[in-house]
């Protein structure tokens, strides 16, 4: 089981940039498609962006152009730059690490990003 530990977030005015840090421990980076997803208040967890071992991207249509997430194998983290950010980008983001070949997911601990003037 792959164990993730998040940094980043905080308070950011509109148009203004964060990145979140994704550390993952206790298992084969390769092995895991990392991704973001963000939660709202009152609403439902959704999927912000994935990135698989190749490099391959997938984001939501909310964030594209504005959102970059990338991986560092290295360093067995992966990250999530957010430019452009808006209001409606507030939420608790969380790292997700799927394992394709269990198909089990884990997750961090989530960080809150608030954007507002």
């Known amino acids: 089981q792959v164990h993730l530990v998040e940094s980043g977030g905080g308070l950011v005015q509109p148009g203004g940039s964060l990145r979140l840090s994704c550390e993952a421990s206790?298992?084969?980076?390769?092995?895991?498609?990392m991704g973001w997803y963000r939660q709202a208040p009152e609403k439902q967890r959704e999927l912000v962006a994935t990135?698989?071992?190749?490099?391959?991207?997938n984001y939501a249509d909310s964030v594209k152009g504005r959102f970059t997430i990338s991986r560092d194998h290295a360093k067995h983290t992966a990250y999530l730059q957010m430019n452009s950010l808006k209001p409606e980008d507030t939420a608790v983001y969380y790292c997700?690490?799927?394992?394709?070949?269990?198909?089990?997911?884990?997750w961090g601990q989530g960080n809150q990003v608030t954007v507002s003037s």
């Open positions: 997700n690490a799927r394992n394709v070949r269990t198909l089990t997911n884990s």
């Open positions: 990135v698989n071992a190749g490099g391959g991207t």
């Open positions: 206790g298992s084969i980076f390769a092995l895991y498609i």
